[in-house]
């Protein structure tokens, strides 16, 4: 085939360390918090917090978390990623190559940019596997594909998939693994639990800077202030998933994980809710966690395993996670889908 008829597509997830060990966390934690887009602060500050609070103890500690979630196909995050890369795969055919790339760690985004020139591919449909837009995920995963597309002489040609927070060929994915879950008992609660960020992020994503934080109600529906604002979409994602569900509006639930840090993060925060909620006297809940696409450590063993034993700890009895959408044969449609959507090379 010619190369001119073969299109590449590039599947981007966040990463993962090579192991559980702490000697491979360590780089992969530096790389991560060295981002200024995930730490956006001063580079000196960030030096420092990285290097005198964060390094000398954390990879030790998420070792021991990886350690839990670490399978005999290593990490969870990777492998279906690469599970749902061949599904993908087989849906589009001999005209479409098909890589899997880790903004932080391997394989590397560089590293899927040669393998796609070795194949002589100059056509590429970057798709960053992030269903909410945020700088720190989406944004540093989209400036990286055409920083290093850069440095080549010949640089490719490429397109990006948008977020897809609402996009029906990833609602109806999640709800295709959630349904079953939800239906199988009477629960109290239906938690939506999506990855933090700092607030000063939301606001920055503001470009009217008089919006995102500034009243109760601000992500009760997508406007053109608070297009591009995380937390909005999120909420757009938990509404989406719960009328599809047919949770209740006094069942629902959207709160935000994984804070770091002592400066705000965007409430209510998943592990003070667990809690308050088995102390109110609710003894079943489930969780979503929406804001990933495959099951990884924030997923298995901060909500599976860790707020679990919170919520039974505080006097709840069961707190039951849904799945990711991982390599799911409807995310794997979906994910075709999308990428058809978002460019006339992949048709």
């Not at 039951?320 to 995310?331: E, F, G, Y």
């Amino acid at each position: 085939m010619p190369p001119r008829d073969r299109t590449g597509l590039l599947l981007i997830n966040l990463g993962t360390p090579e192991s559980a060990k702490a000697e491979d966390v360590r780089p992969y934690l530096r790389e991560f918090l060295s981002d200024p887009r995930v730490i956006d602060i001063d580079g000196w500050r960030r030096w420092l917090l990285l290097n005198l609070v964060i390094l000398p103890f954390r990879p030790r500690r998420s070792g021991e978390a990886y350690e839990k979630i670490w399978t005999e196909r290593g990490s969870p995050l990777l492998f279906h990623t690469q599970d749902l890369a061949e599904k993908v795969r087989r849906r589009c055919g001999d005209n479409v190559v098909v890589e899997v790339a880790m903004r932080y760690g391997n394989p590397s985004i560089g590293a899927a940019l040669s393998r796609f020139k070795r194949d002589s591919v100059d056509r590429i449909v970057a798709f960053p596997l992030y269903p909410q837009y945020s700088s720190a995920a989406t944004g540093s995963s989209i400036e990286k594909v055409f920083v290093e597309a850069a440095k080549a002489w010949n640089t490719p040609f490429i397109q990006v998939v948008p977020p897809f927070y609402d996009h029906r060929a990833f609602i109806d994915a999640c709800l295709a693994v959630a349904r079953p879950v939800v239906d199988e008992a009477a629960w109290e609660k239906v938690l939506f639990s999506f990855h933090g960020l700092p607030e000063r992020h939301c606001i920055k994503s503001d470009e009217t800077q008089a919006h995102c934080l500034k009243r109760a109600d601000c992500c009760d529906r997508i406007v053109e202030a608070n297009r591009n604002c995380y937390r909005a979409q999120c909420f757009a994602t938990a509404r989406a998933l719960a009328d599809g569900l047919g949770v209740p509006t006094d069942k629902r639930i959207v709160c935000f994980q994984s804070r770091l840090g002592r400066t705000p993060w965007i409430r209510p925060y998943t592990d003070e809710v667990v809690v308050d909620l088995a102390r109110a006297g609710v003894k079943r809940a489930v969780i979503l966690s929406s804001a990933f696409v495959a099951d990884c450590l924030e997923t298995i063993e901060e909500l599976g395993i860790r707020a679990a034993d919170s919520f039974k700890a505080a006097g709840g009895e069961t707190l039951r996670l849904v799945p990711s959408v991982n390599a799911t044969d409807a995310w794997a449609d979906g994910v075709v889908t999308l990428a058809r959507e978002s460019s006339a090379w992949l048709r």
